[in-house]
């Protein structure tokens, strides 16, 4: 399964990272740093990762030039919204 990602502002090489699981508190997330493409960040989860029964939830880590962390989508000012996207199968 290939993800990608536009950022609007360029960010630091190597800084932006794919976190996925299967939508599963038992499992730790798999981490994969994206690779870059202009403004676009392209990574890809194993096919057979993806070919489970439980749905996959990812995000995005997108660390800045000044070193500063951001998580997409990441919470609301509320804290009420899902962190995460999920896909089910």
């Known amino acids: 399964m290939s993800l990608s990602l536009t950022v609007a502002r360029p960010v630091s090489p190597s800084v932006v990272r794919l976190h996925y699981r299967h ?3 038992a499992e730790r997330y798999q981490t994969v740093d ?3 493409d202009g403004g676009v960040y392209q990574a890809a989860i194993p096919a057979e990762y993806v070919s489970s029964r439980f749905p996959l939830q990812y995000f995005f880590e997108v660390r800045t030039e000044s070193g500063h962390a951001t998580l997409f989508p ?3 000012t509320d804290l009420t919204n899902q962190p995460y996207f999920v896909v089910h199968a």
Request: zero cysteines; hydrophobic letters at 35%.
């Open 74 to 76: 990441g919470l609301n």
């Open 23 to 25: 939508v599963s508190q």
């Open 34 to 36: 994206m690779k870059q």
